[in-house]
């Protein structure tokens, strides 16, 4: 049986995960779920790895969120047991300890995006569609869309999208924030792997204690968030990466860390 996730490991510190399943558009069946799981947790268990990109194979595609083909025969009771696997699934992405960039490469339907979304940067093909249209199936989001599109785009917006269910192409998803980026389909892993390779000359450490500095800090009120800052750039202070950013900017050179 083919592998539902294609690993790479692109030069060095950067980890992709393709999802495979085009004849499903990429869909998020119960196995590919599983893959994608496992392979998240070694990603993150390797302290080579400092940055991770997700997309999906060929064009047509990023993910077009759950296999309903997959759901059709399950109770109501397995239903919302598959959705929680897509939630949890997807907060295990947004919990990594590194910066995880989305390249949509295509559609990015329902627990597709909501899987971009727990991604820290999207990048996303000229022309590709995304949405959180479940309201046309009379359900929601449930894998943390109404939560994450809100705070990313803001309260209006998010709204205007679900309760429409209306999908926007990539060049509006710019305008409104819910992409960071496009580029042209042939050319989208490209950009992708050149933000990756200009993170990852950065310090592990630093990125990771910022990365948590970020997601915890915009879900408190801004003494909190200062707090959580301090303690997070106290996190750098004693490591050996910062003594070594110092040496390399007094002797100009380009510094090596090496996340500790």
């Known amino acids: 049986m083919a592998s539902l996730i294609d690993f790479r490991v692109k030069e060095e510190h950067i980890a992709v995960l393709i999802l495979n399943r085009p004849e499903a558009m990429n869909a998020l069946?119960?196995?590919l779920l599983d893959e994608l799981n496992q392979y998240i947790e070694t990603i993150d268990n390797d302290d080579n790895i400092r940055t991770t990109i997700i997309t999906g194979t060929g064009e047509k595609a990023?993910?077009?969120?759950?296999?309903?083909?997959?759901?059709k025969g399950m109770t109501d009771k397995q239903v919302v047991a598959a959705v929680d696997k897509i939630g949890e699934t997807v907060r295990?992405?947004?919990n990594m300890k590194m910066p995880v960039i989305a390249a949509i490469n295509g559609a990015a339907f329902g627990g597709g995006l909501e899987l971009a979304l727990a991604c820290d940067i999207r990048i996303a093909a000229a022309g590709a569609k995304m949405g959180l249209t479940e309201t046309s199936l009379a359900i929601i989001?449930?894998?943390?869309?109404t939560q994450r599109l809100s705070r990313l785009i803001g309260t209006g917006h998010a709204k205007k999208l679900i309760f429409s269910a209306k999908p926007v192409i990539a060049e509006e998803a710019l305008q409104l924030g819910l992409?960071?980026?496009?580029?042209?389909?042939?050319?989208?892993?490209?950009?992708?792997?050149?933000?990756?390779?200009?993170?990852?000359?950065?310090g592990p450490v630093a990125l990771k204690q910022a990365k948590t500095a970020i997601n915890q800090g915009m879900q408190a009120d801004i003494d909190t968030g200062?707090?959580?800052?301090?303690?997070?750039?106290?996190?750098t202070i004693p490591t050996d990466d910062r003594k070594e950013g110092l040496h390399a900017f007094k002797e100009k050179r380009s510094p090596v860390y090496k996340g500790m």
Request: with cysteine.
């Open 179 to 202: 992409a960071e980026e496009t580029a042209e389909p042939d050319t989208l892993l490209n950009t992708a792997y050149e933000l990756a390779a200009q993170i990852v000359q950065n």
């Open 29 to 31: 069946s119960g196995p």
């Open 226 to 235: 200062l707090s959580i800052e301090r303690l997070c750039y106290n996190e």
């Open 141 to 145: 989001p449930g894998a943390g869309g």
């Open 62 to 71: 990023f993910c077009a969120g759950a296999d309903l083909k997959e759901r």
């Open 92 to 94: 295990n992405v947004e």
